[in-house]
Nanobody
Framework: VQLQASGGGLVQAGESLRLSCAAS????????MAWYRQAPGKQRELVAT???????NYADSVNGRFTISRDNAKNTVYLQMNSLKPEDTAVYYC????????????WGQGTQVTVSS
């Protein structure tokens, strides 16, 4: 499985961005998809998850501003980010988790999001 993230960039506070992550292979629709982020000098943190059934969870810091979604026909997960803040500045990574006998964990290469004040 390979994950290719895109959509990052430089925006001003209050603006929006949409990240995309396309997955190869045939397990996407059965997988849990997630977005993580890592700011300079900080640990990687979970931003949002979406189960294969469509259930979602968000970090408190982004709840109400970010929306995770998926298109199983396109093997793609999205992160719509609205009302961006400077503290959202980070490298954003997509993650795929698949369970069959054991856990499989795959990461994309990361896409930089920079929010200026």
């Amino acid at each position: 499985v390979q994950l290719q993230a895109s959509g990052g960039g430089l925006v001003q506070a209050g603006e929006s961005l949409r990240l995309s992550c396309a997955a190869s292979g045939s397990i996407f629709s059965s997988s849990v998809m997630a977005w993580y982020r890592q700011a300079p000098g900080k640990q990687r943190e979970l931003v949002a998850t979406m189960s294969s059934g469509g259930s979602t969870n968000y970090a408190d810091s982004v709840n109400g501003r970010f929306t995770i979604s998926r298109d199983n026909a396109k093997n793609t997960v999205y992160l719509q980010m609205n009302s961006l803040k400077p503290e959202d500045t980070a490298v954003y990574y997509c993650n795929l988790k698949f369970f069959r006998s054991r856990s499989y964990d795959y990461w994309g290469q990361g896409t930089q999001v920079t929010v200026s004040s």
